[in-house]
């Protein structure tokens, strides 16, 4: 549990002032009195090198000596607005999001790793109904789970003004072809900021391992996608993270582009909003998403050490991802409802090389089976030849069965096909609207890879100059 322990005497000031301090913003901590507990003041003496200095305090496992009142809001989120405290991980793009916007507006908050605390666990499934959605953040005495940035602001009374700031071009996604456009457009001198609704990096953050990326044999998504972002910031690129783009309308020769924490006018608008993990749409899926239920390996891998495990899908980011969770889970079945994969070869011929993993093909979820608390229990499917109905017993689900554009938004403002795709111009990123411009996964007939992306980002910052030369 997050444990705080306060080593002190009613005799000493410091003690007296840290004890009230931690009273006054509803802390709770554990008083060992150095004077009445003989083994406290060895501990003490083994927490500071030998020395016996008190107050001495242990939050998480860090020991703070004397700490004043500013080190220990620091070390506990303790705000005017009442005490932040964040449960999430490094790997987690909310979670950075989260606390990137925490600390831009000067919001202090303890953050808890549940990667390095296995209790943490226990006490998010306590508070989200047995889920495991991180970031789950505390602000006072409410819990917020996976707030957006617009709830975070309100929840916390931060004061933004919503003056309107003006761009040559407005990037409307974070994904490797929008901060690729971006790098482009700045070293064009094009001012540029990019609208990310949610991680910076997109798709491609979440991807575990990247093998086909020109120039680079091997390296981890997100590791890639911070480069990126590191690059196109260095060129002198915004990035707003959290920040989801509702409308866009023309307005006097420019576009303006609402959010929920700010407004922006761009001469051209790049729609680079990549793509989402399609869903399956059976019963029992809705209710067991983040309690059994994923779509993202690299997010949601940890929580299933040593545990077993339901892939379901057969292509490139069935196989790919299945894979990664291998490493974690103590069994992986790969469910497809096609009589074979369709992978590539480089990702089946790997499955048939792993311990771990078996296939069960031509088969068909019809649904998520709970026990009898709720919880995940198995994944019913019905086989294609037969008919005959099997339940697939594990402890979660991962689902990778395609792609949809996220587009819902410029519907009735631009052409979009069936799908949802941004219709384009052949051959090039134009839409209907002059002055915006469609690339990467949300455009009609783009490729999703990374290094496809990446080139689309390209064309796209070259479409923008030559309209803005003209």
């Known amino acids: 549990m997050n444990e705080i322990v306060l080593y002190g005497a009613d005799w000493c000031p410091d003690c007296r002032r840290a004890k009230a301090f931690l009273e006054e913003n509803g802390v709770d901590f554990v008083y060992r009195d150095t004077e009445l507990d003989a ?27 004397n700490p004043d009142n500013v080190t220990l809001a620091v070390a506990l989120g303790i705000n005017p607005q009442g005490r932040v405290v964040l449960y999430g991980a490094d790997w987690c793009p909310d979670c950075r999001r989260a606390k990137a916007y925490l600390g831009d507006n000067d919001i202090k908050f303890q953050y808890i790793d549940v990667d390095e605390h296995d209790w943490a666990t226990a006490e998010i499934e306590a508070v989200n109904d047995g889920k495991r959605t991180i ?56 001012n540029t900021v990019l609208l990310e609704a949610k991680n910076v990096g997109g798709n491609a953050f979440l991807t575990s391992q990247i093998e086909n990326y020109p120039g680079i044999l091997d390296i981890s998504g997100p590791d890639l996608m911070d480069k990126m972002a590191e ?66 390996a690299t997010c949601d891998a940890p929580f299933y050490k040593g545990r077993s495990i339901i892939v379901v899908g057969g292509g490139n980011s069935g196989l790919e991802e299945g894979l990664y969770l291998t490493e974690f889970a103590s069994d992986v079945t790969f469910v497809t409802r096609s009589p074979g994969f369709t992978a590539e070869p480089i990702f089946t011929e ?38 005959e109905v099997d339940d697939i017993a594990a402890d979660g689900a991962f689902v990778f069965i395609g ?41 009609k007939g783009a490729i999703a890879q990374v290094a496809a992306a990446t080139g689309e980002g390209v064309v796209a910052s070259f479409a923008v100059n030559e309209y803005l030369r003209r």
């Open 39 to 65: 083994s406290a003041v060895t501990t003490v003496e083994e927490l500071t090198g030998g020395q016996r200095v008190i107050p001495t305090i242990q939050i998480l496992g860090r020991t703070y000596v």
């Open 135 to 190: 970031p789950t953040i505390l602000i006072g005495e409410t819990w917020h789970v996976n707030p957006d940035n617009p709830t975070l602001r309100d929840a916390l009374g931060i004061e933004q003004e919503r003056s309107t700031k003006r761009y040559d071009t407005l990037i409307i996604g974070a994904g490797a072809t929008g901060l690729t456009a971006a790098i482009y457009l700045q070293r064009a001198k094009r």
């Open 231 to 296: 690059q196109a910031r260095s060129y002198g690129a915004q990035i707003e993270a959290g920040t989801e783009v509702t409308a866009i309308e023309p307005r006097d020769g420019y576009f303006a582009v609402s959010t929920g924490l700010a407004d922006y006018e761009g001469r051209t608008v790049v729609v680079a909003t990549g793509s989402q993990y399609r869903r399956l749409e059976i019963p029992g899926e809705e209710e067991l998403i983040g309690s059994g239920v994923h779509f993202c």
């Open 350 to 387: 790997k499955l048939e090389t792993t311990d771990n993993a078996t296939a069960l093909l031509n088969k068909t979820p019809t649904e998520f089976v709970t026990d009898d608390n709720g919880g995940f229990h198995a994944l019913r499917v019905r086989d294609n030849e037969t008919g």
């Open 403 to 443: 792609l949809t554009p996220n587009t819902e938004f410029l519907s009735g403002m631009l052409d979009l096909d069936e799908a949802g795709y941004v219709d384009v111009a052949p051959g090039s990123v134009e839409t209907n609207v002059p002055g915006i411009f469609a690339a990467g996964d949300c455009r």
